[in-house]
């Protein structure tokens, strides 16, 4: 089967012939990622001049890794199968540039451990952890991960969660958002292992994967201050109460501040730090073509993150509204009286209904409350 994505031609297994719905050679649905990765490589090579080498550490198809030797990068495409290998090698071909790129039939934490790249790229079927300590071991400027394995880390498979995470997810309304942090908390200290400290500039969560582009700066001072990132999380299972406190020591609440209840979750660590830099974002959005399938798409999902206001954690209006025995208003209409009230308020990338705000969920029931009455 033919596709043509982002400029490139590629030929990849027909997924009639795959007889699954999401070949593990190309899939469909992950082009907004990888149209977001390519126009990200751009924003980043303009802000880190000397980045030049790009290793696409799990190639399948090669479709990332053609994207980006078309794009200038000193491209190295690993992968373990020796279908994908030739797929990623034919593929270059056909685009004229297997003079551009190399072709490595490795594992990629041997291949990591020998060789330093600018740029590593992860996008495993599954957790990435088995991957990240050569990635962070060796690479230079920027670690890409795409993680596909949500139900472990936003705590709905909760031992699978702990065993791939060394961190307690838990499964609440913000359950994206808990895997959001639960990885970012795992590369966060797997980069510490190394003295490497990880800035998270752009995060996004997309219907079944997170991405996230970590920029290391390679010393032990930085991996301290990456390390400030980390705590715990409290969460009232009946009135959705939530506080967060910094620290790799928990002390979590015993009874919720709000309702008296005592059925406290307790999750961490987790990366309660920034999970995106708005500049950077904004930097990424105009270097996304019209060319692009997902142009639109991917534009929007910049502006909505650059709106997000930065804190942990979204929630969810018509949960919360539910909860109350309230009826969920229009969200602009919600979050002006947010605003009214005097609390900052935004809406959330998560889905339509979630937002993020400075109040507690007293101070947002009663800014609500105030305008029904
Ligand atoms: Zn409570």
Redesign the pocket.
Known sequence: MRVTEGGVELEVPSEQTEGVEESVFYNPRQELNRDLTIATLRAFREREERAESYLDAMTASGVRGVRAAADGWEVTCCDLETDAIDLARENLERNDLAADARVEHRNVNALAHDEAFDVIDLDPFGSPMPFADAAFARCRDLVCVTATDTAPLCGAHFNSGIRSYSAVPRNTDYHTEMGVRILLSALARSAARFDVGVEPIFTHATSHYVRTYLELDRKASAADAAIENLGYLSH?E??L?REAEYGMIADPLES?P??G?DRILVAGPLWLGPYCDDEFVAAVREEVPDAFATAEKARELCDDLVAELDRPTHYDQHKLCKNWGLPANAMDDFLADLRAAGHAASRAHYGGTTFKTDADVGEIREATERNLE
């Open positions: 009232c009946d009135c109460y919720c709000e309702c209840g």
